[in-house]
């Protein structure tokens, strides 16, 4: 086992257990150590930086860690930790689109619905998390799958921890799930923003400046061979973006 400092995929993900390398037999509390000190030294570079290593992860590892993820009951785990830090990656959001990335929002739904009693006595920063991930997840999924119950279980809960964590991540994702489900008209503005932004990443082609979704001629945009997550509306694009592109441009298993 290397040093803490040397942050790679492969360390994030053995954290987790998602590779069978010894570090899954460790006790889950040094594995979450481990993990959220990692992460903290990835979130401490720059933005660039950090895309890299999220690219790197959710390209060669996105498959097993949902497998895991669909394994794992708990509403906050190490593998939910790690998929939410990746999640604004457009491999995540490919991902999302794909058959095996069916239904994760409204699987997150249900383990949220299933912890409301749980959620207020959790920490600031845990019920955050939830939040962001959850919001994630409706934003790019939408909530057409989320159960009636579930969602009128969130919707009598979620204003509680917007007013119990007012100030705070959590508040401020507990609205953005309350605006979602109840489709505010206040709110829609920005959440087709944030939607745009993410869905843009995957869909609007990479050459610089350039905002293209189709072809001129109305076809789609050709993708990048190796990440299948980054588009072009020509080779002229594709070229003039590899210097940015490469940082996060992984071959990925899925
Ligand atoms: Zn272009
Ligand atoms: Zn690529």
């Known amino acids: 086992m290397g040093s803490l400092w040397n942050v790679s995929a492969e360390s994030l993900v053995s954290w987790v257990g998602v590779s069978d390398d010894g570090n899954r037999d460790l006790p889950e509390t040094s594995r979450a150590f481990n993990l959220k000190s990692q992460l903290g030294i990835v979130q401490s570079k720059p933005l660039p930086a950090q895309m890299k290593i999220y690219s790197e992860v959710a390209a060669k590892y996105l498959p097993a860690l949902m497998d895991l993820f669909r394994q794992t009951p708990e509403v906050i785990s190490l593998v939910s930790t790690l998929v939410n830090v990746i999640s604004t990656t457009p491999y995540f959001i490919r991902f999302l689109r794909s058959p095996a990335g069916e239904g994760i929002a409204a699987l997150q739904a249900h383990r949220v619905a299933n ?13 955050g998390e939830i939040g962001q991930f959850l919001s994630s997840l409706l934003i ?8 009636a119950e579930d969602k009128a279980i969130l919707l009598q809960h979620l204003p509680s921890w917007e007013r119990q964590f007012r100030g705070r991540l959590a508040s401020e994702t507990a609205g953005r799930c309350i605006a979602l489900f109840t489709d505010d008209p206040g709110m829609r503005p920005m959440m087709d923003a944030v939607r745009n932004m ?4 995957l869909d ?14 109305g076809s789609v945009l050709s993708q990048c061979g190796r990440c299948k997550s980054a588009v072009y509306c020509g080779v002229a694009h594709q070229k003039a973006a590899w210097a940015t592109h490469k940082a996060t441009c992984f071959p990925a298993v899925f």
């Open 198 to 201: 993410l869905e843009g990443k």
């Open 140 to 147: 790019l999924q939408g909530i057409q799958d989320v159960s």
């Open 115 to 127: 912890a409301v009693t749980e959620i207020p006595s959790m920490s600031v920063d845990d019920v």
């Open 204 to 217: 609007k082609c990479g050459g610089p400046g350039c905002v293209r979704r189709v072809q001129r001629d």
